[in-house]
């Protein structure tokens, strides 16, 4: 007992020192941390001795440590349904044998992942870093050997080497904490209790809905300390921290479409989502749109021509199109595709008008004043992180790259990101895109009725915010005259990566962040988008009966 | 754009959230207040809310084509938990958690022919979390949209129900879906919160894991602690209304080693006591632990066994497992309705399937087993039945059946034992199963018996089964009608006067019919198994109790194995290990 509470003195006193990274640090400075020190003293035991007799040695080990320190508190209907604090410490291992050029690799993802101790004990780390090294290096030994096979059937070479070699960094920055007390956690309990009894208790709303079938909040903190070790020599220490408050309501109309509406807030710090009475706010705005929304007609059957998606939809639609598209993923093995992705075969080719420009720049720290939750200055795999311009002119110039590199592209760009415990895959981190010349929103609404006038249209159709990638919640039908007129039931049939290509009329002139608390954080800054032909048509989806009996008082 | 992280909210488990051996972490909970008078706001506005709902289903205007439910039951399960875990001697984990959640079971039709006739029996249970403070109108609505739900798949499940009746030849046991019982009521005070000092326990969880850092050879293992304490609130249509306590404090410990030939070997133990009070001293625990380590480093060194065919005993800890796999799942009363099942016994009432000197009781109401606390213990079953002892073998004769609501053949009431994990719905099951003889005798008889019985088969030796774990008990049709239990620690008694030999890899083959009837004599000493038993209608606590039995007859052969090399650097605590 002793022991641990010195222990846990010692990494006390190495979170009070000051700065290390100014100060280019070292192994050294590293070895003050106990997790670290424990990571590198049984990293270096196997990659000098793990080997079984017969077979090769590792050539690569790596590493990765995650303490989590979560709170999570949900309520339904106004009352709670619980709250839970919860710390847990997760190893990933991962042990490549062969070389550089062809490895043990395998598109799954490699490494094994799995539970530790949240003691700052050594040797119970250690333990656990054993049983999953040696796992991770029978795996390996099995998966090369398969490789070596699967390689002797393709006539096709691979087009890169498996893993690229990169500078050894050591980069520590201070450990990671949730800053909620007890009596912070009980007042989140509380205020979202609150918020999912607005529909009942909100003067404005009230008589609205009696028939609100769900009314849910949420309230989640967390914080992650990444630490990585490899055997190139590469330490690393990261904090990263998100908090998301959420809301949620639904109910069907009166033919039984099922009409729902959520909003979520997140932030780095605390202090970065929304105030409590501005959620509040726009939680009351939600509930009171679902009214609107129940007597709002349904679209008409199918509509081609111009839509005007808003900043805040474009964000949602250019993400979901771009962002997988641009991940330098490995092909499959005996073709001469560059990646694995939609662009494969896109680089130095046009994908989006000459207007638009996209960069991922995940050293963007703040935007507007706020931060950005999927900045870092290190990576998952311990590269530094690198601003990447990828489209330029609307031509295609670059990808997201990891440390599996792909043809042209031999080192990693520092976008090698991974959820807890998993593996590492190229990803967007702060994804932005810009218009050359962009217009104002009124601008553009004014170019939007425009076109109807040109085209000789009875309506357009303007996209406020979507719900899912290709959802819009938000539709507003708009005449010739400037008359808008909310409509529901609506999906977009054919917002994809040909329609961004082609069909793009104009872009605005501000960008809209979406701060994405999703497994692995990613921003997105986008411009409105005005296309000149989409398809929007009736979603179809099931209306499932109304309740069978009236709801209570 | 709006967040995607919103939809209906899902489905969760609390109630007996359970796992087998523990490796899986409970659904973790604990500290929040329950006063009686909070509890009886759940329990009025469930009792409220389901008089309006049976009321309501069914009598809409315009409802023409809408069949009323012939039944309606809430069953709320308000669970208050502490885990604590540890592995090579630190923690890993260690949580409190309080949930409350409720399980709406709608029937359509009539208890003849309704919505979960056949396969569509889970297709009646709804389960949702429920909010945890006493807010009615937050109570009432979360129960009205699990109704409305649970109402729509019913509806929906009875169609079906219907067409398939129509198309299908007629079924061996015709039978009706739900029995026909009087109202229970039964009041109770809740279960107190969860109150143990928790930085003292992780202490002790972690020390008793740090034990096996004394055993090199041991390159896995698992401390694991749960506390809780749950009340379920039961209201039905037919006018129960049931609050039922349980509580239960377990220490499971988990270790396990490979042999040089990469056979992996597992040993465990578990602690149960209604409260962690009642949980062993510390001292005791670590014997245990080492005790486990001990036994790991001589398996992994014992000689490898060979297919055998003789006389054997099991102790009465490992008779308790067996008789709980091989007997009492075999006796659940759905087992012997269904064409996919195996009906083993269905025919066989009031014939002789044990041994004279044997009978079976199942009795749940029976809170001690002499000093020992029995987790198989409740008052009222998952279905609101009072618990019954239930006596299945009297002399070697086959009586009755573990029933729930679901009737069969020979038996159309239940007898108490309707038993499920939250969110299932309950089938029969066991509680306390417990194993009585007429014929028992000292244990050193029995082994002089045993010798006797290998020499006269003219075998060198005969086994010893000190320790077997539950396997899981297959009864169906369409697979072999062979229990699943691994024997975990198995002795050679040689005729000759050797010491008794340790032996590894044994696995025991044979019809469980056959090997129930070789029974020749049983111990005097009996033996309390605690565990939790997994089944289709999910993990409930329950407890097997037997004295040792001698068998003429068992047969053997060797477990398949793994062929994994144990791990190539020692543990990082080997320095430490004696």
Same mark, same amino acid.
């Given at each position: 007992m002793l022991l641990r509470r010195f222990a846990l003195a010692a990494l006390a006193a190495s979170l009070v020192m000051p700065a290390l990274r100014a100060a280019e640090p070292t192994r050294a400075d590293a070895e003050k941390d106990p997790i670290l020190k424990a990571m590198l003293t049984e990293l270096d035991r196997s990659m000098a001795s793990l080997q079984l007799k017969d077979f090769q040695k590792p050539f690569f080990i790596q590493y990765r440590v995650e303490d989590i320190d979560d709170f999570d508190t949900r309520a339904s209907f106004g009352a709670s349904l619980g709250a839970n604090r919860s710390k847990a410490r997760v190893v990933r291992v991962t042990v490549l044998v $062969?070389? /550089?050029?062809?490895?043990? +690799?395998?598109?799954? $993802?490699d490494g094994v992942a799995e539970l530790t101790t949240v003691d700052n004990d050594p040797i119970a780390l250690r333990s656990t870093l054993w049983a999953v090294t040696d796992q991770a290096y029978k795996t390996a030994l099995a998966a090369y050997a398969q490789k070596q096979a699967e390689l002797k059937q393709v006539q096709t070479p691979p087009q890169a080497d498996d893993l690229s070699h990169e500078k050894p960094v050591v980069s520590l920055s201070a450990p990671g904490a949730l800053t909620l007390d007890a009596r912070a956690e009980t007042d989140w309990t509380a205020r979202v209790a609150k918020w999912s009894g607005l529909f009942r208790t909100d003067a404005t709303v009230k008589a609205l809905l009696p028939d609100i079938e769900y009314s849910n909040a949420t309230f989640h903190a967390r914080s992650d300390t990444t630490r990585l070790v490899n055997s190139e020599g590469t330490i690393m220490r990261r904090a990263e921290t998100v908090y998301t408050e959420g809301f949620g309501v639904g109910t069907q109309a009166a033919d039984g479409m099922h009409l729902d509406r959520s909003g979520a807030s997140n932030g780095v710090v605390l202090s970065d989502i929304d105030s409590p009475e501005k959620f509040e706010k726009h939680a009351v705005e939600l509930i009171a749109s679902l009214g609107d929304l129940k007597k709002a007609p349904v679209i008409e059957d199918e509509y081609h021509g111009p839509v005007l998606l808003s900043s805040d939809a474009a964000a949602t639609a250019l993400n979901r199109l771009l962002g997988s598209s641009f991940m330098g993923t490995r092909p499959r093995l005996g073709t001469e595709a560059r990646t694995g992705s939609a662009f494969a075969s896109s680089y130095h080719a046009r994908v989006l008008p000459d207007f638009l420009d996209v960069v991922d720049d995940p050293a963007l720290a703040t935007w507007e004043g706020k931060r950005l939750? $999927? +900045? /870092?200055?290190?990576?998952?795999?311990g590269v530094p992180a690198q601003q990447v311009s990828l489209v330029a002119a609307g031509k295609l110039e670059n990808y997201l790259i990891g440390r599996q590199p792909v043809r042209d592209f031999p080192q990693s760009n520092g976008h090698g990101r991974a959820s807890v415990a998993g593996p590492a895959r190229p990803m967007p981190s702060v994804l932005k895109i810009t218009a050359k010349d962009g217009l104002s929103d009124d601008a553009l609404q004014k170019k939007l009725i425009d076109l109807a006038k040109d085209r000789d249209l009875k309506n357009v159709y303007y996209v406020e915010t979507m719900g899912g990638p290709l959802t819009p919640r938000l539709v507003y039908r708009i005449s010739p005259d400037g008359k808008r007129e909310l409509v529901r039931g609506a999906t977009l049939a054919d917002l994809d990566l040909r329609a961004l290509r082609s069909s793009v009329n104009a872009a605005g002139n501000t960008l809209w962040l979406d701060n994405l608390a999703t497994d692995i954080p990613e921003s997105v800054l986008a411009p409105a988008l005005l296309f000149d032909d989409l398809t929007l048509k009736k979603a179809n989806e099931k209306n499932d009966k109304l309740p069978f009996y009236p709801a209570p008082e | 754009m709006d967040s995607l992280y919103f939809d209906q909210p899902k489905s969760s488990t609390a109630r007996r959230a359970r796992h087998l051996r523990g490796f899986v972490p409970l659904v973790l909970l604990a500290a929040a207040a329950a006063a009686q008078a909070q509890q009886s706001v759940l329990l009025d506005t469930m009792s409220a809310e389901l008089d309006r709902a049976y009321k309501a289903l069914g009598h809409q205007p315009g409802d023409t084509r809408q069949t009323p439910p012939y039944f309606l039951s809430y069953t709320a399960a308000d669970a208050d938990a502490v885990m604590i875990r540890a592995q090579f001697g630190a923690l890993v984990g260690s949580s409190a958690n309080r949930l409350r959640s409720v399980d709406v079971q709608v029937r359509i039709g009539t208890p003849q022919l309704d919505n979960t006739h056949g396969d569509h029996r889970g297709s009646a249970v709804t389960n949702i979390q429920l909010p945890l403070t006493d807010d009615k109108q937050a109570i009432a609505r979360t129960l009205w949209q699990a109704t409305n739900r649970g109402y729509g798949e019913a509806l929906d499940n009875y169609l079906r129900v219907q067409t398939e009746a129509q198309v299908r030849a007629k079924e061996e046991d015709t039978s009706p879906d739900f029995s026909t019982e009087k109202p229970q009521v039964a009041d109770a005070r809740p279960a107190p919160p969860v109150k143990i000092d928790r930085a003292a326990w992780e202490e002790r969880i972690r020390a008793v894991s740090r034990v096996f850092r004394e055993f090199p050879d041991v390159y896995q293992n698992m401390v694991e602690m749960t506390v809780q304490n749950e009340t379920d609130y039961i209201v039905s249509s037919e006018g129960s209304r049931v609050v039922t306590p349980h509580q239960e404090a377990r220490i499971v410990i988990v270790s396990v080693t490979r042999a040089e030939d990469g056979m992996d070997m597992f040993r465990d133990q578990t602690f149960e006591a209604e409260t962690a009070d009642g949980l062993p001293p510390q001292a005791e625990l670590e014997a245990a632990a080492r005790k486990l380590g001990e036994s790991l480093e001589a398996l992994r060194k014992a000689p490898m066994t060979e297919p055998f065919n003789g006389p054997a005993i099991l102790s009465g800890r490992a008779s308790a497992v067996f008789f709980h796999e091989v007997l009492g799942h075999r006796l659940e009363g759905q087992r012997q309705r269904g064409d996919e099942e195996g009906q083993t016994f269905t025919k066989q009432i009031g014939q002789e399937i044990l041994p004279p000197f044997l009978s079976v009781t199942d009795d749940p109401t029976k809170t001690a087993f002499d000093k020992t606390w029995l987790s198989g213990n409740y008052t009222n079953d998952d279905e609101g039945q009072k618990a019954q002892r239930v006596e299945l073998i009297k002399s070697g004769v086959l009586k009755t059946f573990l029933m729930s609501r679901l009737p069969i053949a020979s038996f159309s009431a239940s007898n108490g034992h309707g038993r499920a994990q939250t969110g299932r719905m309950p089938t029969g099951r066991q509680g306390n199963l417990i194993v009585t003889s007429t014929k028992a005798e000292p244990e050193a008889d029995l082994r002089k018996q045993l010798i006797e019985e290998a020499k006269k088969q003219g075998k060198p030796y005969g086994l010893y089964f000190e320790d077997i774990s539950s396997g899981f008990a297959v009864t169906q049709r369409?697979?072999?009608?062979a229990f699943q239990v691994i024997p975990l620690v198995v002795w050679r008694v040689y005729v000759d006067g050797r010491p008794d030999e340790l032996v590894r890899g044994v696995s025991i083959v044979g019809t469980p019919l056959a090997a129930m009837k070789r029974i020749l004599a049983t111990g005097d000493k009996m033996e309390v198994f605690n565990g939790i038993c997994g089944a289709e209608s999910g993990s409930i606590p329950v407890s097997a109790v037997a004295p040792a039995m001698l068998l003429s007859e068992m047969e053997t052969q060797r477990q398949p194995q793994g062929n994994e090399r144990p791990p190539i650097l020692p543990i990082p605590s080997a320095k430490e290990a004696k």
């Open positions: $062969g070389d /550089y050029k062809t490895d043990s +690799s395998t598109p799954r $993802g939750l $999927g +900045s /870092y200055d290190i990576d998952d795999e | 369409n697979s072999p009608q």
